[in-house]
C-alpha cells in the first residue's frame, strides 16, 4: 500500500512539473514579435579635407602649385537634401540646412523611411527665398541664424553660401611667408549648385540608423584658382572668380 502511494505521488508531481513547463512554453508562445521599424536615423558624416590632410584652423597647406596658405574660416551651407528612392520618386527632407565646418562630422538629417534608395542630392548654397529669408527671425540654434563671424550679407540680403578666409604667400617663387589675407565668399541665387549622387546607392535597413560618408576637398573646390592673383571675392564685384569656385564644388566631394 505504501508502495503504491509512493508511486501516485511521483506520478502527481511529474503531471505538475509537465504542467508548468507546458504553460511556460504557451507563454512563449504568445510573446509578440517586435514590430519592425519603419523609419530609421540618417546622417552625413562629412569630412573637411585639404588633399589629403584633414582641413584645421591655422595650420600651413600648399595648393596644387606649392604655394603655402593657411585657413582662418571654412564654412558652408548644405539645404534642399532630396533621397531619390528605387521607383525614381523623390523625397525632400523638408527644412533641413546644415552649415558645415571641418571641425564637424555629424551632421542628422533626421528619420527616413526604411529600404533601398537609388542615390541622393542636394544643394551647396540655398534656395532664393531662404536666401533672402531675415536671419534674426530664426531661434539662435538654427544654421540660418546670426553667426559670428557672419556668413550673412546684411547690405546684399543674402547669405555666403561657401566663406573661405586665411592667408597666402604672394612671393612669385612661392618661397616666402604668408603675407596676405586672401578671402572668397561665394554667395547669389545663381551660384548655388546642386551636387548630385542620384546613382550612388544605399540601403536603410531596421533596427539599424544609417550613415552616409561625405569628404570635401579644399583643394579641389580651389582647383585652377591662382591664390596669389586671385584671392578675393564678394562674388558681385568678382564674379568670375565667384563663379570658377562654385563650378569647382561637384567634383570636391567624394564618396567615403
Known amino acids: ?40 536615423k540618417l546622417s552625413f558624416h562629412l569630412h573637411t579635407m585639404v588633399g589629403s590632410n584633414a582641413a584645421s584652423y591655422g595650420v600651413q597647406y600648399q595648393d596644387a602649385s606649392g604655394r603655402k596658405f593657411d585657413i582662418a574660416d571654412l ?8 533621397l531619390i528612392k528605387n521607383d525614381g520618386s523623390e523625397l525632400a527632407l523638408s527644412g533641413k540646412v546644415l552649415l558645415v565646418n571641418p571641425a564637424t562630422q555629424e551632421y542628422e538629417l533626421g528619420e527616413v523611411p526604411v529600404g533601398s534608395y537609388k542615390g541622393f542630392k ?39 553660401f561657401m566663406k573661405i578666409e586665411g592667408q597666402v604667400d ?35 535597413v531596421s533596427g539599424s540608423d544609417y550613415e552616409i560618408g561625405l569628404e570635401f576637398d579644399l583643394l579641389q573646390a580651389l582647383n585652377n584658382v591662382d591664390m596669389r592673383t586671385e584671392n578675393e571675392t564678394h562674388s558681385f564685384n568678382n564674379l568670375p572668380l565667384a563663379t570658377k569656385i562654385a563650378d569647382n564644388w561637384q567634383d570636391s566631394f567624394e564618396l567615403e
Open 1 to 40: 500500500m505504501k508502495k503504491n502511494k509512493l508511486i501516485l505521488m511521483a506520478a502527481v508531481a511529474l503531471l505538475t512539473t509537465a504542467t508548468i513547463f507546458t504553460g511556460c512554453k504557451k507563454d512563449d508562445d504568445d510573446t509578440p514579435a517586435p514590430t519592425p521599424n519603419t523609419e530609421q
Open 170 to 204: 604672394t612671393t612669385l617663387a612661392a618661397n616666402g611667408p604668408l603675407d596676405l589675407q586672401y578671402f572668397y565668399h561665394v554667395g547669389l541665387d545663381n551660384l548655388k549648385r546642386t551636387i548630385d549622387f542620384s546613382t550612388s546607392a544605399f540601403t536603410v
Open 122 to 160: 542636394f544643394l551647396l548654397g540655398l534656395d532664393s527665398a531662404t536666401n533672402h529669408s531675415d536671419p534674426t527671425t530664426y531661434a539662435a540654434s538654427n544654421p540660418l541664424s546670426i553667426q559670428s563671424p557672419s556668413i550673412h550679407w546684411s547690405w546684399n540680403s543674402g547669405y555666403i
Open 75 to 82: 564654412r558652408y551651407y548644405i539645404s534642399n537634401i532630396v
